[in-house]
């Protein structure tokens, strides 16, 4: 028999990441988007049980993959200013 290589199976992979996080971005709730999530999930448990990769590698996967269809994770936001430098109405009153 023959066996994908892994750069395929990481292919692979990918599309399943994908369309879970698609559906994610669409607002998909329920089974759908739980088979999808749970799909990705058992390929990723299926490949590091084979020693086909390493966790650290599938989450590099994850990262890129989900920042392509989302967008980064985080986003730089300006600097809070402390309370005692805001305006009396912009506080709690105690």
Do not use: C
């Not at 994908?18 to 999530?37: C, M, N, V």
């Not at 300006?78 to 005692?84: F, G, I, Q």
Request: proline share 5%; hydrophobic share 40%; net charge positive.
């Amino acid at each position: 028999m023959i066996q994908p290589s892994k750069n395929v199976m990481i292919q692979t992979l990918r599309g399943l990441l994908g369309e879970a996080f698609d559906l994610h971005q669409k607002g998909a709730i329920g089974t759908r988007l739980g088979r999808s999530y749970g799909m990705a999930d058992g390929y990723m448990r299926a490949l590091i049980d084979l020693g086909l990769a390493t966790q650290k590698e599938l989450g590099v996967v994850v990262v890129e993959e989900r920042t392509r269809r989302l967008g980064p994770a985080t986003q730089t936001l300006s600097p809070e200013k402390p309370a005692s430098e805001l305006p009396a109405s912009d506080t709690l009153a105690a």
